[in-house]
């Protein structure tokens, strides 16, 4: 194994510099992985344009990643050298009492990889062991490195306690909201209503299982009435980030609805609420933004299963050193739902 490894460093919005770097050395309980694919993340295209995490910079982000077992460091047992994994982004303490109860994000010491600290857009990287996920070798690693993007929606799916037969809007039709519909096809909820301003996407959502796709609010909102006997959807899952899609959110689902607030917005974004109407009428809300632990390890069974089709996310790739040429075109390839990094 080399001394020292290619990382790409986005070192300021808007633009990367391939550096030379040691390769890390793991420590007490961590491991090294050798990175094959990362996925190119909504996440990430916001630290990219300086939107988000901009404070961070400069930093290797990446944090849909797969890859091998190079290395291990002390007192780690139970995984194997070469073994194909995925790895869980989210770092947390381990014993607070949102750690016990699979809630993370909301650990005081939290850290995410590619987000808080240095990521995955690198040819190696040294992760704690207890977040490494063996993943069987025969799967390739362009269908290993959907892991994340996917346990981030069964965790959408499990907060909002989605269930058979329910009518949802999945507002957003890119890389998530395709996610969306396929796992809303994979438990029953009928009817799938899907909303984006991409005729292209719309169309691929619907060839993904979504039952009815619009382009415009107007005729989002016509479908819905009609396909719902006028109550509104049962649940309604905010996948873009936009707040204007957030308030129409509230007219699409019915009395008694559930919003499912997945898209990032801006900090300072607010959301109007009627108290009187969301008393009466039992509304809720709910957030979720990240997978972790559990929602890994199911997110990773149904891939190696075969519960998606992932063949619209995994035909885009470009190599580490083309990494700039790979963010700067992503506006231009709608069709591509999902940009793959290749490192290894």
């Not at 996407?201 to 107007?218: N, Q, S």
């Amino acid at each position: 194994m080399a001394n020292m490894m290619k990382a790409a460093v986005l070192v300021e919005p808007g633009r990367f510099e391939i550096e030379e770097r040691p390769v890390p050395e793991p420590g007490r309980g961590e491991v090294l992985i050798r990175i094959s694919r990362v996925g190119i993340c909504g996440t990430d295209i916001h630290i990219f344009r300086g939107h988000y995490a901009a404070g961070n910079l400069p930093m290797v982000p990446g944090h849909e990643f797969t890859g091998t077992i190079a290395a291990l460091g002390p007192d780690v047992s139970g995984l194997d050298l070469g073994a194909s994994v995925v790895v869980d982004m989210n770092i947390g303490c381990g014993t607070c009492y949102w750690c016990r109860r699979n809630e993370v994000l909301n650990c005081p010491d939290m850290q995410q990889m590619g987000i808080t600290m240095d990521g995955a857009f690198a040819e190696y990287m040294a992760v704690p062991a207890r977040l490494v996920i063996p993943a069987p070798a025969d799967v390739p690693g362009e269908v290993l490195a959907l892991t994340e993007p996917l346990a981030c929606v069964v965790r959408a799916a499990r907060k909002a306690r989605i269930t058979f037969g329910q009518s949802v809007v999945v507002l957003g039709a890119g890389p998530i909201g395709n996610l969306h519909v396929q796992l809303l096809r994979t438990i029953g909820a009928a009817p799938i209503i899907v909303f984006d301003i991409s005729r292209d996407r719309v169309d691929m959502a619907l060839e993904a299982g979504a039952d009815y796709g619009a382009t415009g609010m107007e005729e989002l909102g016509g479908i819905v009435h009609r396909a719902t006997g006028g109550r509104g959807a049962d649940v309604v899952i905010e996948s873009v980030g936009l707040p204007a899609l957030y308030e129409a959110a509230a007219g699409l689902m019915r009395k008694g609805g559930h919003l499912a607030a997945f898209g990032l917005t801006g900090p300072d974004a607010t959301l109007p609420v009627n108290i009187l109407d969301t008393i009466l009428q039992e509304n809720s809300i709910k957030g979720s933004v990240a997978g972790m632990g559990e929602d890994m390890h199911d997110a990773l069974t149904l891939l190696v299963h075969g519960r998606i089709r992932t063949e619209r996310f995994t035909g885009a790739a470009y190599g580490l050193t083309d990494i700039q040429a790979a963010f700067d075109t992503l506006p231009n390839r709608p069709r591509d739902l999902k940009t793959q990094i290749v490192i290894g």
